[in-house]
């Protein structure tokens, strides 16, 4: 019997000894996932990655509309970039009340966050985390590595105007940092991945830094007009330029209007047109019906591919409620939730009677005055962003969930408004033009009669003319800044926090960095 | 005690048999040391069935000798002792203390006898079990065992349960023990598919527990042994037994014993009609309890057939298991097909001995949408269950004009759970082969090696109709779902136990090798948007390689000294940081055996002291250190022109991640008064986790994500365990023994990020309510199951007033500044209590828990308690309010008030059996009734306040079941 089983004994014993070797612990991925190591060698990796730097401001994850989040601090839905900038833009200035209670939401409206608040923490993670993807970016396209991985020739080309446009891309989340919080942290591809805490910049160099990054991909970016429907192009560039300088001043101390002019002029002369009807820029269609003309930089969504539950998903269903019939914006639902103040209402001339085309208040079942600001029907609601195409058909999504219609992040029309302000701040430029510009945007917006005159044309009317044509499109609160009437001057409806607002501390121009951010130290 | 009451059924049963005998031998036994009768001791004739037991006296009388028999008596706590028959009338015995098998208690790779253990180990055998139509194993032990807290998720049949050893050491890591089944670790994380990843052993199977608390030992599990061991073995055939079979069966009934506090119809309809901008028009006429409409008697029975027979060298046992139970909530059904086999041969003069294990089960889960119950508690009890007109297969549905189900409405809860066909089985088999060789030449050298796996296999299915209001397509809401988890082992050691006679010193050596493999594979399909569409396969594999060693002495029998020591290699870490090294030592004193306690009340007395250093392996990420990207799926894709790109995206890691290292020290004493009628242990700990594992905001840009894994901060815990055992009454027809154990436990955070901002928290505890909002955080000083709360303010006749609270910092203002850390999830102490009763064939056992110093959030409460809850909502229709609106009338939502901070304390009669044997000749038969869960004193307001986590909200409700048992054996 022993002689039977020994050869067995041996045969486990040598085998557990065997068993011992350690390079069992070297373990990959072995699914989907890669190691850029191998993932790198295909020239289209890198389209597919820089397509994942776009998708940064549209969606908010790898499993749209939701799943594998890029971001795990908050709801996936309210971390998506354009959600999150629309509602620090938006929300806390006279063009729009929430009558939600996630959170801390309420605080934005009321002026009143602190560096708790996780939208806020939410938006700063979410620009650097932007920031921190395009940096891989650079550091896998860098000029080594291309040249390790044997890629040449067009392929080569190709990967170097991506690159220009990853640059184009954080330096617009980087401006987005400038504009929000001032003094980020500041890292580029040259920095490790790890969790050291990042340098933080002041806004004066950081300000520079993006002056010199847009200088230097200018030409290397895709003529204006001349790339991919989605992709950023060398006219994104000067309206990103145009932005910088255009709030300099608020910025560094020292204004360069002259530069604004110099910048939307080569915008205004790249063969943009206006779109006839205002409406169109906030349909379903808007990437084909037109409107792809005047807009320069889109954030692109579709109902089937681009989807998740911040964007326009956001925009669209939280702005529907009461009264109004979801079918009506092509969705199935209303996520009641969005609303202006009585104060934004009145900067259309008659209210929401308006002769102004631009003015699309949903009055029926409202009340103009906010007495609860939880409750959707006090205050008027905006229709203005629509997922039905110019025939009233709804978008792809048969749900109704999830819209086509994309987000117009820069169009022509800003620019007119730009160049016409940095000529009345005295940036030099011509009246005349400043006048005829505004003119082709009060042409479109009346039916008659909308025209001004060279003496209508102030810095009052310029404020409130940004706000009839960009109103709900993430401008508002860089603007009020700009025209000094967002926190010390300035009053509308719940804002400090009182129903009938109030006027609150200068600081409040700018976010406070997160107070998480503050606890964890270099490791 | 135990062995009495069984010895007594046997001397019952074997009764009739002598009358038939021949030859009559009979004597007495006595103790050695002490010249006293004994009671109870097996008197069996080698090699067969036949024998006996003495009565109180220590008399017996054995029938049917033939000359040459050998006697064998034994008895526990004796060295068994061998007569030949050679025709003496009277054989006398004194039987001396000795180590028997039961004293011998299973540690890690090895064992030890109870009395010269040095850690914190605690072994729970058959007879301690909790009694009942127990699914799942953990729940035998609940209440137990001092320092273990057993929280059952919920009321699910088949549900699993949340095991704390000591409160658990991590954050953000796992805070599960490491269960070692019959030599398989188990995989920490669980399987996929299952309600329990227990639930494969079949409780009915299990021999006993062994749990190790304290890093002495559990030490010798190195990078896996933070949270405590349990080491579970089960049942194998006896050698020389004859053919036994045995059958039992245990059917139950279950009800729901509370339900959420809503409005009833018509109290709901009065605060619509008086809410101002409500529409009443949108109320139904209906009266509809909810609840009642989707819970239900949930019915269950557990079937077990056995079959062991042993021979000299072989010997084996078969169990056949059917389990099915449905659940409390209507359609939620779990059921258990579980083979289980235990092969066992002595081979070579027993010096080989060969060990087969093997558990198979089909495991079938029909998962109800337990979505239902929220839906319950919120949908309109003014609205009716069927709608004739409604195009959702007659379920009534919240509409607009057009009968269209509205996106945003509660869903109708009975529909919820009819509307849906869920399927999925997992077949799952653990096998293990033991090889245990004595090797020749060498004295006391042994030589063991396990070679097992665990291999899961799970299929499912979910759908929904296109006539459910759920499905917002023109297909059904269809899913598919498998996946594998394979864990394969292979290890062995050697063992080395000589005998130092000049010391009088054992001396025990082992040491070892471990590798063991993880392999997870999921893929899932689903319908979307009228299509078909593939999830990602997702596959995981991890690898851990060790290499250990102990050593042990016994000095004297007065001084014991033991330390291991353990080095483990894991695939999840860099090369860097590979390898970590596990330390412990411990010792222990047996004054007992002092000459100076000689003739004390003590019969057993015994200092410990430990201390040693654990890991945890479970960091919740197999590639954490490496960066690697991953591809987008679904709508996540971006439009450049007119194509749409898949993405890839690099995913954050952390290059120097490293293991969470536990530091303990124990000190312990075990002890036993009046010749052990009272015994127990008394233990009390220390701990630091350093390198604590925590999912951090990392600094923005400095990662690739906002959050990351990585090593962060430090937590101390300490406590007290105390654990009694008394035989209150050992007579013939009358026993009564009890086991007391109490836990005193405190956790806190003492550092949280490498920086020092004291006010640095990292909030935790998502609630329903709102979006993103949390009630707990994790702070430095504090404990982190502690709530995040403004202190309400109350008017003079104590009821809170809305929106009032304290200002803590004075600023006149309430700001989250306001908001402060207050009371705590995990009680202060908590304890268990259990009698075991006999008197002759009648056997009542009874077990209370009791959990003091917790609070809880109740979360149902805050998230539907006021008004604007059920009417403020974003499409035309209200949803039903906790009770709770109409003492609070609170108007707008409240959810950080302190005032739904409430006590948890409890008390709770788990079980309560009543068992009845009917010896017969050749068949036993047993009958028992049980009820578990049978009442629980408690102030708290919700359904039940033990609840894991500290967050009350859409409660599982754990049903009251009675049990009728019925047990044969031949």
Known sequence: MYSKIKPILIIFLSLTLLGSCESELELQPEDEREIPANLFNDPEAYKQFLAKLYAGLAISGQEGPAGNPDLIGLDEGFSQYLRLYWMLQELTTDEAVIGWNDGTILDLHGQNWTSGNEFIRTMYSRLLYQVALTNEFLRQASDENLNNRGITGADLERIQTFKAEARFLRALSYYHALDLFGNPPFITEDDPIGAFLPEQTNRAELFSWIESELLEIENQMVPARQNEYGRADQAAVWMLLSKLYLNAEEYTGSAKYADVINYTNKIIDAGYTLVDDYQKLFLADNDTNGAQNEVIFPIAFDGLNTRSYGGMTFIIHAAIGGEMDPAKFGVNSGWAGLRTTPQFVDVFPGGADSEDNREMFFTEGQTKEIADINSFTDGYAVAKFKNVDVNGNQGKDVTGEHPDTDFPMFRLADAYLMYAEAVVRGGGGDMGRAVSLINELRTRAYDSGGNIAASDLNLEFLINERGRELYWEAHRRTDLIRFNRFSNNGIWAWKGNVPQGTTTQSFRDLFPIPASDLGVIPI | ?970
Request: glycine share 8%.
């Open chain 2, 1 to 970: 005690m135990r062995t009495l009451f069984k010895s007594t059924l046997l001397l019952l049963f074997m009764m009739p048999m002598s009358f038939f005998a021949q030859n009559t031998l009979s004597g007495m036994v006595i103790e050695q040391d002490t010249g006293l009768p004994i009671p109870g001791v097996n008197v069996l004739i080698k090699g067969t069935n036949q024998g006996t037991v003495t009565d109180f006296d220590g008399n017996y009388a054995l029938e049917g000798v033939k000359m040459n028999d050998v006697i064998v008596f034994s008895y526990v706590g004796f060295a068994s002792q061998e007569e030949t028959y050679t025709g003496q009338e009277v054989i006398n015995v004194e039987l001396a203390p000795g180590a028997l098998l039961e004293e011998v208690v299973l540690i890690g790779y090895g064992t030890t006898r109870r009395q010269d253990a040095t850690g914190a180990v605690q072994q729970i055998s058959t007879e301690e079990f909790n009694r009942g139509a127990i699914v799942s194993p953990e729940q035998l032990i609940a209440g137990k065992s001092a320092g273990v807290r057993i929280t059952s998720a919920n009321g699910a049949p088949g549900g699993g349960a949340e095991i704390r050893i000591r409160g658990g050491s991590s954050l953000s890591a796992n805070n599960s023990p490491l269960i070692v089944v019959d030599g398989i670790p188990l995989d920490q994380r669980g399987v996929q598919g299952v309600r329990n990843q227990l639930n494969a052993i079949n409780p009915n199977e299990i021999e006993d527990f062994v749990v190790l608390k304290d890093a002495s030992a559990t030490a010798i599990y190195g990078s896996r042994a933070s949270n405590g061991v349990i080491l579970i073995t089960t049942k194998k055939g006896k050698k020389d037994a004859p053919l036994n079979f045995e059958y039992d069966l245990k059917a139950s009934v279950g009800t729901v014993t509370d339900y959420v506090d809503v409005l009833d119809a018509n109290q709901f309809r009065n605060l619509i009609e008086s809410t101002p901008g409500t529409d009443p028009d949108l109320l139904g006429n209906a009266d509809t309890d909810w609840q009642k409409e989707i819970y239900q008697t949930s019915v269950g029975a557990i079937h077990n057939l056995t079959v062991s027979q042993g021979f000299e060298n072989f010997y084996y046992r078969v169990n056949y298991n059917n389990t099915a139970q449905t659940g409390v909530l209507k359609t939620d059904l779990y059921e258990r097909n579980a083979l289980n086999i235990a092969l066992n041969a002595d081979l070579l003069d027993n010096t080989l001995k060969l060990t087969l294990t093997s558990k198979g089960s089909f495991d079938d889960n029909k998962f109800a949408d337990e979505g239902a119950i929220g839906a319950a508690v919120n949908f309109d009890p003014t609205q009716p269950v069927y709608d004739p007109n409604s195009q959702y297969n007659g379920y009534y549905e919240w509409t607009d004009a057009n009968g269209v189900a509205l996106q945003q409405a509660t869903r109708n809860p009975v529909a919820l759970l009819m509307q849906r066909d869920p399927d999925a089985r997992t077949k799952r088999n653990i096998t293990n082969f033991n090889v245990d060789y004595r090797i020749p030449f060498v004295e006391n050298l042994r030589f063991n090696m396990n070679a097992g796996f665990d291999y899961a296999e799970n299929e499912g299915r979910n759908f929904r109709p296109v006539s459910s209001a759920v499905v917002l397509q023109d297909i059904p809401n269809e899913e598919e779902y498998s996946g594998i988890n394979r864990n394969t082992l292979l290890d062995f050691y050697f063992n080395y136990k000589p005998y130092l006679e000049a010391y009088n010193t054992n001396i025990d050596l082992t040491a070892g090798h471990s590798f063991q493999e993880f392999f997870i594979q999921s893929e899932r399909m689903f319908t979307q948007d009228n299509q078909w569409r593939t999830a990602p396969l997702s596959r995981e594999r991890n690898a851990l390689e060790s290499y250990f060693a102990r050593a042990s002495f016994d000095i004297d029998d007065r001084f014991l000294l033991s330390a291991s020591y353990r080095t483990d290699g894991s695939s999840r870490f860099s090369e860097d940081n590979r390898w970590s090294h596990f330390p412990a030592v411990s010792a222990g004193w047996k004054l007992n055996n002092e000459s100076f306690m000689e003739g004390s009340v003590f019969s057993e007395l015994k200092l410990r002291a430990g201390y040693g250093i654990t890991g945890n392996y479970e960091i919740g990420n197999n590639y954490g250190y490496i960066g690697f990207y991953s591809r987008s799926v679904g709508g996540a894709s971006y439009q450049f022109g007119d194509r749409f790109y898949q993405t890839f995206r690099p995913e954050e890691y952390d290059r120097d991640l490293r293991w969470e290292e536990l530091e303990t020290y124990n000190v312990g004493i075990d002890y036993g008064f009046f010749n052990d009628r009272l015994t127990g242990s008394i233990d009390a700990y220390h701990r630091t986790t350093d390198g604590l594992l925590a999912v951090v905001p990392v600094p923005a840009g400095a990662n690739l994500s906002d959050q990351l894994l990585t090593n962060v901060g430090e937590t101390v815990s300490r406590g007290i365990e105390i654990a009694l055992n008394g035989e209150v009454v050992q007579s013939q027809n009358f026993n009564w023994n009890f086991n007391y154990n109490i836990t005193f436990q405190d956790l806190e955070i003492t550092r949280l990020s490498l920086g020092d901002n004291p006010n640095f928290f990292i909030p935790q505890g998502g609630i329903s309510g709102g979006v993103g909002n949390t009630i707990q955080l994790w702070k430095t000083g504090i404990d982190p199951t502690t709530f995040f709360v403004y202190r309400q303010v109350y008017d003079e006749n104590n009821n809170p007033i809305e929106g009032a609270y304290v200002d803590v910092n004075g600023d006149n203002e309430i700001t989250e500044a306001d908001r402060q850390p207050y009371k705590k999830a995990s009680p202060d102490y908590f304890m268990g209590f259990t009698n075991n009763l006999t008197y002759k064939n009648l056997d009542l056992s009874f077990t209370f828990r009791g959990s003091f110093g917790g609070y809880m959030y109740n979360n149902t409460q805050s998230s539907i308690g006021f008004v604007g809850a059920g009417t403020i909502t974003p499409q035309p229709y209200y949803s039903n309010f906790n009770a709770n609106v109409l003492e609070t009338n609170f108007q707008r939502n409240q959810f950080f008030s302190d005032y739904y901070v409430r006590s948890a304390d409890f008390v709770r009669l788990d079980n309560i059996s009543l068992g009845y044997l009917v010896p017969g000749e050749d068949v036993n038969f047993r009958a028992s009734l049980t009820a578990t869960n049978v009442f629980l004193i408690t102030n708290y307001e919700g359904l039940d306040p033990e609840i894991a986590g500290g967050i009350d909200n859409n409660f599982y409700p754990r049903p009251r079941t009675f049990v009728l048992g019925f047990n044969l054996s031949f």
